[in-house]
């Protein structure tokens, strides 16, 4: 029998008039590029419509990922159907943000079970929010930092600022120009301490 994988789609690259190479972020074994052969054809199992960027899946592997070579899937599934991020512009925007960012990060990626979960969650909590998710982005991005091993070290004084190239706060302006000023470093600070729920609160 068949393990069904469970993952993310992170990228879709059109392969040919039929076909996609797809990118896919698995809870169990980490970042994995899969051939999906006759995606665009109206006979296919496996529609094209499966592979949206940050569609959650289950599929069964017909040919394991080796090396260069490119592994096969079927049996594709959603494991959730988004009701609101491929329809609200917004959203949707936002969606492209966190795509394009994952995209970026994900190379080479192991399992890592938490950093999973932190996706789906973080995801399906955009979908499902009604307001006040404009600094989701802002949120996201952080918590990121977290899983990649350099997450800043945000002990918050008054009146200091943000020295990006050390990931801390320091009192005084340092001599390069890689740092957040008094201005901006409170909402760095607020959106580190907020949680979801709460970053409309964060102006």
């Not at 059109?14 to 970042?31: A, Q």
């Not at 929010?129 to 982005?137: E, Q």
């Not at 996201?140 to 801390?168: A, I, Q």
């Amino acid at each position: 029998m068949n393990d069904k994988v469970q993952g993310i789609v992170i990228q879709t690259v059109r392969y040919g008039d039929t076909s996609l190479i797809v990118k896919v972020f698995t809870r169990g074994f980490g970042l994995k590029s899969y051939m999906v052969k006759g995606a665009f054809s109206h006979t296919s199992k496996n529609r094209a419509a499966f592979f949206q960027p940050l569609s959650i899946i289950n599929y069964v592997e017909a040919g394991k990922p080796n090396g260069n070579a490119l592994g096969y899937l079927k049996d594709v599934q959603l494991v959730y159907t988004y009701q609101t991020l491929p329809f609200e512009m917004n959203k949707s925007a936002i969606m492209m943000f966190v795509s394009e960012l994952l995209s970026k990060t994900l190379v080479g990626q192991e399992q890592n079970d938490d950093f999973y979960s932190f996706v789906v969650k973080s995801l399906q909590w955009l979908d499902l929010v009604d307001s006040g998710y404009a600094n989701f982005p802002l949120f996201f991005t952080l918590e990121l930092t977290r899983f990649l091993g350099f997450y800043p070290k945000l002990g918050y004084s008054e009146g200091y600022c943000f020295d990006m190239m050390e990931g801390v706060f320091v009192p005084d302006y340092p001599l390069h120009p890689y740092y957040l000023g008094r201005l901006y470093f409170q909402n760095l600070f607020l959106v580190h301490k907020a949680s979801k729920q709460y970053l409309h609160l964060v102006q």
